[in-house]
């Protein structure tokens, strides 16, 4: 009994100070402000301010999805060992620097795509969009999956974990908010130039969130020692077919990509909706988009307190995952028929409150499912399993495309237009609420089905890996 209750004590221990959670959270602010800004215009960007032919743009979205699904796994794979400056440095400090601050300047090129007729001059558009998106995925990989693999690795109890998480979260949704309103600003419809400045100052936010996040990301040296402890126990190096023929045998790790990846389609697919809806369904400028999507993150922020505390009452990680994905596909679900600006507004504030509780889940689950994985195999392999979660979330973007490019040429949508019919709005509207409901709830059932980590289990594995002190 003294024994458990040590352990419930240590589960219950904050070990990094509040800055250095908040920190961390900065280098998800620039995560996700370059993430919601590429989502929402690049598409569109291409689309209908270019003019490229839909199904090009989509097929360039396709290719990209899967050099961005393979790209992931390999340079999590890559990374996931020592190196010369991993002593001095840590795992995954310098990756996270390497990744991060070249990102945004690969962000400013895929807006500045050469000037040419887009019948006569197809092909060079459609590969300078293939290589432009490659490349700003290559720079995010290296970021990201070092930056996702740390977090379970650093922040070792659970209730930091939920702690930091809800800094990452409020963090986070600055930089949503940043991400989907300051372009919006700084560009305007039918001006395909003013699309670079945003891309100008879009880079020099993010260099000033990578830089914030410096102390957060920075490992400290007892996780760097622990780590270069293990490797020399470990000394047999596992292959990277072996290593996804061991992921994909992993049913909790399968089922937290079924909802990940359907939650992906549907972000992807109804934040690239926003700027059609409020330039043909709404007929409002540019800058009316600021609104709409601040609508859905003050949903996030109001109710982000909430889900952590709820968490911490329920202490089931699993339920409040279910819970919150169900409700985002019923308000989703709404927006199909509104078609008033402000109605829109006030949909995307309810859809932002569930939205909170699936975001503050993230982080947790995915490290209950990391420890799943370490009590398994005997090894810390965090960001071979971010490489394959970001393999599966990438699926997303080509449900993007794909629906996109099914339903404008089923509904009759022409590129660069200055109006649309209105089959093509109805189209619009679909690809809006209903394909991104359909997403959810598919995730949410596949996850509530085969997801198997109770409570009991993570604190038994939890446990287990202290006696390994891995």
């Known amino acids: 009994m003294e024994e458990l209750n040590k352990k419930n004590n240590e589960e219950n221990e904050i070990i990094h100070s509040n800055w250095n959670g908040i920190s961390y959270g900065f280098g998800s602010f620039s995560r996700e402000f370059l993430r919601m800004a590429f989502s929402a215009y690049a598409f569109y960007f291409y689309e209908s301010e270019v003019g490229l032919d839909t199904w090009i743009v989509g097929l360039a979205f396709v290719l990209f999805a899967v050099y961005n699904m393979f790209n992931d796994p390999i340079i999590g794979y890559f990374t996931n060992r020592p190196f010369k400056f991993t002593k001095k440095w840590g795992r995954r400090f310098p990756w996270i620097l390497i990744g991060g601050l070249p990102w945004g300047l690969s962000y400013i090129l895929i807006f500045l795509p050469p000037t040419l007729n887009t019948t006569t001059g197809a092909l060079p558009l459609f590969l300078w969009l293939l290589f432009t998106t490659c490349l700003f995925d290559t720079f995010h990989s290296l970021f990201f999956v070092n930056f996702q693999g740390l977090f379970p690795d650093k922040f070792r109890t659970m209730k930091e974990r939920r702690k930091v998480s809800g800094y990452q979260v409020a963090v986070g949704v600055i930089g949503i908010a940043l991400g989907a309103a300051l ?18 100052i879009s880079f020099i936010i993010v260099v000033c969130g990578f830089i914030l996040a410096i102390p957060g990301t920075r490992e400290d040296p007892e996780t760097i020692n622990r780590y270069l402890e293990s490797v020399k126990e470990v000394r047999e190096k596992t292959s ?40 043909y369904s709404l ?14 993150l003050i949903g996030v922020l109001v109710s982000t307190p909430f889900w952590i505390k709820l968490s911490h009452k329920i202490n089931d990680n699993k339920k409040i995952m279910v819970i919150s994905a169900f409700f985002i596909g019923c308000a989703t679900l709404p927006m199909f028929f509104i078609r008033d600006y402000v109605g829109i507004i006030i949909i995307m504030f309810i859809w932002g409150i569930p939205l909170g509780g699936y975001w503050t889940m993230i982080s947790p689950v995915f490290s209950d499912v990391i420890d799943y994985s370490v009590v398994l195999t005997g090894k810390r392999e965090e960001s071979v399993y971010t490489g394959f979660q970001q393999f599966f979330g990438r699926l997303g973007i080509v449900a993007q495309a794909l629906t996109f490019s099914i339903v404008h040429t089923l509904t ?31 995730g949410a059932l596949l996850f509530w089905k085969f997801y198997k980590l109770t409570p009991d289990k993570v604190v038994n594995n939890r446990n287990i890996l202290k006696d390994m002190s891995i």
């Not at 372009?183 to 891309?199: C, E, H, I, K, R």
């Not at 072996?242 to 909802?259: D, H, R, S, Y």
């Not at 093509?424 to 709830?441: D, Q, R």
């Open 183 to 200: 372009p919006p600003l700084l560009f305007d419809f039918a001006d395909v130039t003013s699309y670079v400045w945003q891309g100008v």
């Open 240 to 279: 990277f077919f072996k290593m996804l023929k061991i992921t994909v045998k992993q049913t909790p790790f399968i089922a937290f990509m079924a909802i990940y990846t359907m939650y992906n389609s549907l972000v992807e697919t109804m934040q690239a909706s926003i700027p059609y809806v409020v330039r």
């Open 283 to 296: 007929n409002k400028p540019s800058s009316a988009t600021t609104l709409v999507f601040a609508g859905f």
């Open 412 to 442: 009759g949508f022409v590129e660069s237009a200055p109006t649309q019919t209105a089959e093509a709005i109805t189209g619009i509207h679909i690809h809006l609420a209903i394909i991104p409901t359909i997403f959810i709830w598919i």
